[in-house]
């Protein structure tokens, strides 16, 4: 629950209001089930222990799924088969609220922050709201209830009218995942009931102005919305309060008026900081933010108060030589380095694992998160964003641009048409907008994914977004700049190009693809959703998914657990992942070369962009996490297990990296941070397949701020074999490892065949061959651990033999079970160790309830004894 306590400061008005989440003690029922219509649910007669018990935010199915319902809901086929009709009706839900105060001074108003699809809203028998105002997936509605309300028990009943298919644009899946049955239909966020005196406050935010030559000093503007509730007109006394920052204004406001009113810089000087401590992405800088809290007063008594966290920092957009747009936190170039989220299949996530993915998000050194359309069941996602520095990129689906998941006839536009759509729409966005604006991590918003708004509802939405916020870059749509290479690449008739592109792909390609691509996907621009396909989970998550008979080998069962439609199989995949690694005889063997595979496939993605800054503004790896268990587009699974492609976005992110560019053959070394390096040391060193040191470099370094230079060209060496490894360090002045990337090469090269691009993927010609790592020479690894009781751990692993080991897996995990621990977060994964060499590899894990005694350490590895 959450509550929000309001005192005033005066002796002799001790008066206490709140806002309270209502979450708790809710009754859930179908429409079926009863004859009862909402006056008579809504009164006290009504069998209060009929229906399901649940808590909200809930949808239909996450509500049954409270009450023990479809445990084999995610075996196979049982989503797909799953009978709808029971969804096709109305459901209803009830929920009991105590009212311990209702004088003349006492004002309630209750907020739905998200209903899917419609509503009919009853209280106390009588119906406050109907269906034909209160619908849309994405519209924030709140009511004045005082005028309903008695002293003791009232009664609150919500007739949830489902969506239907081929008629409403509502909330939904792609081909991420099946489509639940009851399509998400529900209270899926928030209901507050506010207690307040006659003024009340809603919309509360904070602009800030940067100076962007010193980054000391900025400017804020301070705003809220305030709403007489009464028949006279109120005197209103408004507080703002944050550090030392103490400001008021007086408001006279009519009777029944709605006023925003703002704290602008230049009528209080108190808003002009010297000394600004500003937010930054994650790996440029601090991400501080200051605890602001807004009062309301009448009479010298609370009637509202509202309190959040803001960041000071401004973001805008730019667009670089070669007409891709990019973009800027408090001045400075920012490359993007994203991947897309989604929710919960049910909108069920609980706010320890959404906070658990937000860290992992910045654990891999990502810097921001792409929201389609799924934004979390309340603000966790925003509060954890604002806390770990991830810019969030926020808009609507490709659920609402193509037929077979909407059910309209799709066209070159959002599947919106007709003026009450579109205005039912622009006024959905709107609330959004003002629900999130005041997040310091909101940083992009954006009006369609795959297609573009029609004219007229583009300009139905700059309207309401000249109201609602003016303070961040807007894109049309996520596509762009290019359309699979064309030379006339679609674009807005009243915004103009968006300066990004859609080019994919979505399966894997090699990882010499991102360098040498000019046309489609490749490390240039601004790609709004890409990444090399599946991404297969360890042994673990597998156990967990599959029944046992269908572990191994891969059968029908395993290509349920993959996407839809294009991506219903792994071929692709499999094809271009058996030619270069070789077939595996057991599962064991096929996961952990799989990890190898996924770390190889993503690193070069993200490291390509980096080389390419700001040629190449920003990447959004497809996807983040996953709604349901899969093995497509994950950087870790639903069970919060990390892949190999979670260590090498890790590793490739990372804010001072060397890199090994597969396009030229080159060494660079990328710098995110906002100072530059000098006397640095680049090691540079190649191996043959038997660990014989081929060639050795050492190299002095000076690396200018957020830039990326290249450092060496790797010489044409004899001797070499099929495969080969690359490895490099980057050392300070005082030899301390600061980063390191290791490579495992092939003399044979990938040749993709981009005469063959779809929109999906690139096939390749040729595979590189990485065959004769299945024939490495046996290493050793010695090594020891400890776990605290905080659960913070720490391993060194040393390898004493003159044999490279090879791909090595740490796992912390039950000593008994053997189970993984999660969330978990290594400083490093899959590593390889030279020959002779020793490392100190750290961590902590987030598990709860655990005894530190009962955890362990497990090493595995390609090649070890």
Known sequence: MGVIGMGSCHAHAPVTEHK?????????????????????????????????????????????????????????YVLENMDKTPYEVPWWYRK????????????????????????????NGTRIAREDSVQGSYGVWNFDITPYLKMGRNILAVEIIPPVFGKDVHKGFVDWNPTPADRLMGIWRGVLLSHTGPVSMRHA?????????????????????????????????????????????????????????????NEYPELQLDAARLW????????????????????????????????????????????????????????????????????????????????????????SIRLESFWGRNRTIMNKADEYGLLLMLGWTAHWEWD???????????SIRGTEAKTLHANNYRDQVLWHRRHPS???????????????????????????????????????????????????????PTGVKMEGPYDWVPPVYWYIDKRYGGAFGFNTEVGPGPQIPPLSTIKKMLPEDHLWPIDSIWLYYSGRNQFENLDRFLNAFNTRYGESQDLETFLLKNQMSSYEAIRPMFEAFAVNKFHSTGVVQWMFNSAWPTFYWQLFDYYLM???????????????VPIYNYGDKSIYINNDHLNAYHGLVLQTRVYDIHSNLLFSNDQSV??????????????????????????????????????????WLSTVADIPDFDQTTWYWTPNKQHADFTALNDLSKARVEFNYSVQDDLMFSIEVHNPTEKIAFFIELTLADKDTKEPITPVFWDDNYISLLPGERRTINGHAEAKNIDASSLEIVVQGSNLE
């Open 702 to 743: 000076d690396i200018d701020a957020n830039s990326a230079q290249e450092i060496l060209k790797l010489p044409e060496l004899d001797h070499l074999s099929t495969s080969y490894f690359l490895n490099l360090r980057l050392k300070n002045g005082n030899g301390d490892v600061i980063e390191n990337n290791f490579y």
């Open 280 to 367: 930054w992405p994650n790996n440029m800088g601090e991400q501080y933010l200051y605890d602001l809290t807004l009062n309301v007063e009448v009479d010298a008594r609370p009637s509202d108060e509202e309190s959040f966290r803001f960041g000071i920092r401004e973001v805008e957009d730019f667009w670089n030589e070669s007409g891709y747009r990019g973009f800027m936190v408090n001045g400075q170039k920012v490359m993007i380095r994203s991947a897309g989220w989604v929710d919960n299949i049910f909108l069920a996530d609980p706010d320890e694992k959404v906070e658990a993915q937000m860290k992992y998000a910045q654990h891999m050194n990502l810097n």
């Open 20 to 76: 309270t989440y209502l979450e708790a003690g809710w009754q859930l029922f179908s429409s079926a089930s009863t004859d009862a219509d909402g006056e008579e649910i809504s009164n006290s007669h009504f069998d209060k222990s009929f229906g399901y018990p649940i808590e909200v935010p809930a949808t239909a199915m996450h509500g049954l799924m409270q009450n023990d319902m479809f445990p084999d809901i995610f075996e196979p």
């Open 205 to 265: 935010n904070v602009v800030s102005k940067v100076d962007k030559e010193t980054l000391k000093s900025a400017e804020l503007t301070l705003s809220t919305e305030l709403t007489n509730h009464s028949h006279e007109v109120q005197r209103a006394l408004v507080t703002a309060a944050f550090d030392d920052v103490v400001i008021q204004q007086q408001v006279e406001l009519q009777p029944n008026e709605h006023r925003e009113i703002f704290f602008r810089p």
């Open 442 to 496: 909101v940083a992009i918003w954006t009006y369609g994914s795959d297609k573009l708004p029609r004219p007229s509802l583009e300009i139905m939405l700059n309207e309401r977004m000249a109201k609602a916020d003016t303070t961040r870059p807007i894109l049309s749509y996520c596509g762009g700049t290019m359309l699979m290479g064309a030379s006339d690449p679609r674009q807005s008739e009243i915004s103009g």
């Open 96 to 123: 009991e609220i105590e009212i311990k105060s209702l004088s003349d001074k006492d004002f309630y108003q209750l907020t739905f922050e998200g209903i899917n699809f419609k509503a009919n809203i009853w209280l």
């Open 642 to 656: 990390p892949n190999g492609a979670f260590y090498g976005t890790k590793k490739a992110a990372a804010p001072l």
């Open 404 to 414: 077979s998941y909407l059910g309209f006839p799709h066209d070159d536009y959002v």
